[in-house]
């Protein structure tokens, strides 16, 4: 009898590190005759860096909470997640604070994230990773250009035109973690609405005015770069810093954060100034 396997519907997220080939190159320099030598602390942050990008996406070790159809993969800079939606509907969130904590983790060592998220038919196990949806994925994922984001369609519905209603109402509840950019692309928001307490991002507001300060330190260094692809994506990161800054100083905002008692963040917000162009 012949074997058959079938795709399952799942969500999947397709996630890799911008600028990955120059990282690597740092990893090697000259040596006095001319060779190349290993850069050893530089391999060896490298390596710290894709354990914790493993812990935190549990590549190895799966959430206690985790679904069961979950699976992650890890190769090279990339890392994939997918899971059959149908089994919670928890679980798409959960995904969505766990890439917003992987990008809020890796700015801290001044590294840059992008990504795309599908749904649609997936074979993914422990073994084996393919589909359409993968295909799907990885298209999204290269649409966010250099722009060092995480990106889903304006609404998840147009991902598959049979997409079961469990998908459209977990894309309702996903408002105060995503954030419409100029292009009609959605994006996982580290700027702005990560600050949200609930969210359990930062232990406090002092951790996540620490955010926006390294953040800003990151994007100063990298607008010193003349060339115009790697300046682009620090344009992309000012511009939504700047953003953050403008919203949070209107008047309702400040007005919320003396009403939350937030009072840390209010003195932040009302005295910071907007990141300025270098070129």
């Known amino acids: 009898m012949e074997n058959k396997l079938a795709y399952e519907n799942r969500i999947i997220a397709f996630v890799d590190i911008l600028g990955f080939q120059t990282i690597l ?11 190349l030598a290993d850069n050893e ?5 490298l390596n ?3 354990e914790r990008i493993s812990d935190l996406m549990g590549a190895e070790e799966e959430p206690e909470d985790a679904v069961p159809s979950r699976q992650v993969t890890q190769f090279s800079d990339a890392i994939v997640i997918s899971f059959k939606v149908a089994e919670s509907e928890k679980e798409l969130r959960y995904l969505f604070e766990e890439l917003l904590f992987l990008h809020i983790e890796l700015l801290r060592q ?17 073994k084996v990773l393919f589909g359409p949806a993968m295909v799907q994925a990885y298209k999204v994922e290269s649409l966010a250009a250099n722009s060092p984001r995480i990106i889903l369609p304006k609404s998840l519905t147009d991902i598959n035109s049979k997409i079961s209603e469990n998908i459209k109402g977990q894309a309702q509840k996903l408002d105060d973690l995503i954030t419409l950019d100029e292009d009609d ?3 996982l928001d580290y700027f702005d609405k990560c600050q949200k307490p609930e969210l359990n991002l930062f232990v406090n507001d002092a951790e996540y005015i620490n955010h926006l300060k390294q953040t800003k330190e990151v994007i100063l260094k990298g607008l010193k770069n003349i060339q115009p692809n790697i300046y682009n994506k620090y344009g992309w990161m000012k511009t939504k810093w700047n953003r953050t800054i403008k919203n949070n100083q209107s008047a309702n905002r400040l007005e919320l954060l003396v009403k939350e ?6 003195d932040f917000f009302s005295n910071a100034k907007p990141i300025k162009s270098s070129m």
């Open 110 to 126: 001044e590294i840059l994230i992008r990504g795309g998220i599908a749904y649609g038919p997936l074979i993914h196990t422990g």
């Open 25 to 35: 190159n740092k990893t090697q320099l000259k040596d006095a005759d001319g060779g």
């Open 185 to 187: 692309f959605y994006y």
């Open 41 to 45: 602390s530089c391999i060896f942050d």
């Open 48 to 50: 710290k860096t894709f």
């Open 261 to 266: 008692k937030r009072n840390e963040l209010h």
